[in-house]
């Protein structure tokens, strides 16, 4: 148990925003931390108070320059280490390198099992993360994993913000977010569809398409539930597979906008209503390029998860009604 040390806060560069949202919950300062380049691009980090005997918490997204940010989390990590701090924990809001969890194809890298063997070696003792793209992720390390849902949050806006949401049809873009759609449809006790996609050839240039497989979403609102959006490129065909299917608007449900495509702009072109994505990347930049851009505030969450974590008290209560409630949309 920890009651006796304070939380101690730390970030590096990735998402300053998110960690004094979490610090700013918890009632607790961040700890005075300076992580520069030197002019050959190699990483400094200076930490201005005493960790020694603390229980510490890093808030480090995997966004942007995902290798900077990575390798300034493992500094930092280390830097606590070597400071005698108690406990180590790493809040890792989306974690890097999580699509590459299986060897897909021959000579195919597993690098989130790496990843994980980074952040053990450089000494980290407990790992906080949000909506993992793989479940199997926990087993690469030999230390605790905490995958936090953004599913309640996301559910809490559905009944808030979107019209006649009891009619609404929950739909997956692809096989494997199947699990994840059923799951909501139940709890929200609504129907649910999948989309098939596939590449007409066997070519791998050759053009994909979609189509629906499970379910019918004509006259219906669909609501599209997928854990990341990076290109658009899913996003965009499942739109358009979607209103080709006769469905009466399309909501995009998304917990990790990534949205590194170069031409953002096409997105508010989409037959989309809105595209709502958590804040565990920034998106002030993104904000300015997608008019149809909502973002859902995760911070409540991961402050109240490294409350419980530091109290020694169970985390499950995350999963429920209580994180329906607390999402808030981000200005």
């Known amino acids: 148990m920890y009651h006796n040390n304070s939380i101690r806060i730390l970030t590096g560069n990735s998402h300053p925003e998110l960690a004094h949202a979490v610090a ?20 400094n980090v200076k930490i201005s108070e005493s960790v020694r005997d603390e229980d510490v918490f890093i808030i480090q997204s995997g966004c942007d320059d995902v290798n900077d940010n990575l390798m300034e989390l493992l500094i930092l990590i280390s830097a606590c280490k070597t400071a005698s701090a108690r406990r180590i924990t790493a809040v890792i809001p989306c974690f890097p390198y999580a699509r590459m969890d299986k060897k897909d194809k021959s000579r195919a890298p597993i690098t989130a099992k790496l990843v994980a063997n980074m952040l053990t070696v450089a000494g980290c003792d407990h790992v906080i993360t949000m909506d993992l793209h793989a479940s ?8 605790p994993v905490d995958n936090l849902w953004s599913e309640p949050l996301m559910m809490g806006y559905i009944k808030r913000s979107i019209p006649g949401w009891q009619d609404a049809v929950v739909v997956s873009p692809d096989a494997g977010g199947a699990k994840r759609v059923t799951a909501m449809a139940d709890k929200l006790n609504i129907e649910f569809a999948l989309i098939h996609r596939k590449r007409d ?10 189509e629906l497989l499970v379910g019918d979403v004509k006259d219906k609102v669909a609501i599209l539930v997928d854990d990341m959006v990076d290109s658009g490129s899913t996003l965009a065909l499942a739109a358009r597979t979607l209103r080709d299917a006769g469905a009466k608007s399309v909501h995009a449900l998304i917990s990790h906008g990534l949205l590194s495509g170069s031409n953002l702009t096409l997105i508010d072109e989409l037959p989309i209503h809105e595209l709502v994505v958590t804040n565990t990347i920034p998106q ?5 390029a997608i008019a149809k ?36 949309i981000a200005v």
């Open 201 to 210: 050839g066997k070519s791998l240039t050759a053009p994909e398409r979609m």
């Open 136 to 143: 199997q992720i926990q087993g690469f390390f030999d230390i």
């Open 284 to 288: 002030g930049k993104h904000k300015e």
């Open 293 to 328: 851009l909502v973002t859902v505030d995760v911070s409540p969450t991961i402050a109240e998860s490294i409350r419980r974590t530091h109290n020694g008290e169970s985390i499950s209560l995350l999963f429920g009604e209580w994180a329906e409630t607390t999402g808030v």
């Open 24 to 43: 700013e919950r918890l009632n607790v300062p961040l700890v005075p931390c300076t992580v520069k380049n030197f002019s050959n691009g190699e990483i």
